[in-house]
């Protein structure tokens, strides 16, 4: 059994390596959880947009305004923002533009510090390759100095190889944390773009709307009159007269 005393006799064999390992430990946990967290809390909120988007045929605006007082900060509020703000006058492609733009300024936020885990999940190895060579070092050095108990030789060696140990336990970890967590960032962001696909398509009827208006209300172009070399009318003149 490793107790305290057993630990600080390992981590001073490894040159102080354990200790750093303990602290990489520890900001990997607090990565590990807090991700965890953030990133489920993200998800139930794009699925409640989702929800709420699909159970409306067009956007409402009055709609909108009322969900966002109980959701400001989330990712997918910050999508829907945009199309609150969206001026009708612009066209449709513009907006969703704006969109997907919106979007791609929620993606740092979401796998926001998945960066410093797999730093983690590449250094400790590292780490306990290191503090095995260190406290490999110092055990064989003992063997220099004549009547060296062969007993503490190999209790040293040991503890040497706890350094590579406790590494791999911490890249272990960190690799299957890592790896869920990605999957999570990747359904969010998925969530994401699904929501923009939605507020554009559920955008359209009102440019149709307006596009049907504008021409309507566009007036007819009357049609030239062309004459032939000898002046006299051609086209829809002509026919006019031959009628």
Request: hydrophobic share 50%.
């Amino acid at each position: 059994m490793l107790t305290l005393q057993a630990f600080s006799d390992a981590a001073s064999k490894s040159g102080g390596i354990l200790y750093i390992m303990a602290a990489l430990l520890l900001l990997a946990l607090i990565v590990i959880i807090e991700r965890f967290w953030a990133l489920g809390r993200m998800q139930a909120q794009c699925q409640q947009w989702v929800r709420e988007l699909k159970s409306h045929a067009h956007v409402d605006i009055g709609l909108l305004r009322e969900r966002l007082k109980g959701d400001v900060q989330s990712p997918a509020a910050q999508v829907v923002t945009v199309a609150l703000h969206h001026d009708l006058a612009d066209p449709l492609d513009h907006f969703s533009d704006r969109l997907e733009e919106a979007v791609m300024d929620q993606a740092p936020r979401v796998d926001r510090g998945l960066w410093m885990l797999d730093t983690i999940v590449t250094l400790a190895p590292l780490l306990g390759l290191l503090g095995t060579i260190v406290g490999m070092f110092n055990t064989f050095q003992a063997l220099s100095h004549p009547g060296a108990a062969t007993q503490a030789v190999t209790g040293g060696v040991g503890e040497a190889l706890l350094a590579t140990a406790a590494g791999l336990f911490i890249a272990v970890l960190g690799l299957v944390a890592f790896n869920a967590l990605q999957q999570r960032v990747r359904l969010v962001m998925h969530q994401l773009e699904r929501i923009k696909l939605m507020l554009a398509n559920r955008m359209y009827p009102h440019y149709r709307g307006g596009e049907a208006e504008t021409r309507r209300a566009a007036p007819a172009v009357a049609l030239p009159t062309v004459l032939s070399a000898g002046g006299a009318p051609t086209g829809p003149v002509l026919q006019a007269r031959l009628a």
